[in-house]
């Protein structure tokens, strides 16, 4: 089992930055992906930002050039630095983890969340 655990959420004003940082705890084998996603209110989960095992980062066009995501592989921990912030990330932002294994295939797990909050 994996367990994520999320922080560094919460109110900043319009061009401030947030880290936000999710710690996984349990097993690491089979790790592919971590990655962020969020819901803004009366809207889909989109996401975010993902880096797989090798360090390959992906970001959704609305974050190109503010966000960045990285992991610290001793600590099974990932960070999403967010600069540049504008009230439309606000949102509830969920860590992802994708571990695929022989036995089970593809599994995600999720963080409960934390909140972001940017003001104009």
């Known amino acids: 089992q994996v367990q994520l655990v999320e922080s560094g959420g919460g109110l900043v004003q319009a061009g401030g930055s947030l880290r936000l940082s999710c710690a996984a705890s349990?097993?690491?084998?089979?790790?592919?992906?971590m990655g962020w996603y969020r819901r803004a209110p009366g809207k889909q989960r989109e996401s975010v930002a993902a880096?797989?095992?090798?360090?390959?980062?992906n970001y959704a066009d609305s974050v190109k050039g503010r966000f960045t995501i990285s992991k610290d592989n001793a600590k099974n921990t990932v960070y999403l630095q967010m600069n540049s912030l504008k009230p439309e990330d606000t949102a509830v932002y969920y860590c992802?983890?994708?571990?695929?294994?022989?036995?089970?295939?593809?599994?995600?797990?999720w963080g409960q969340g934390t909140q972001v909050t940017v003001s104009s």
């Open positions: 992802n983890l994708v571990r695929v294994l022989p036995t089970t295939g593809r599994v995600d797990y």
């Open positions: 349990g097993s690491s084998f089979g790790i592919n992906v």
């Open positions: 880096i797989t095992s090798g360090g390959s980062t």
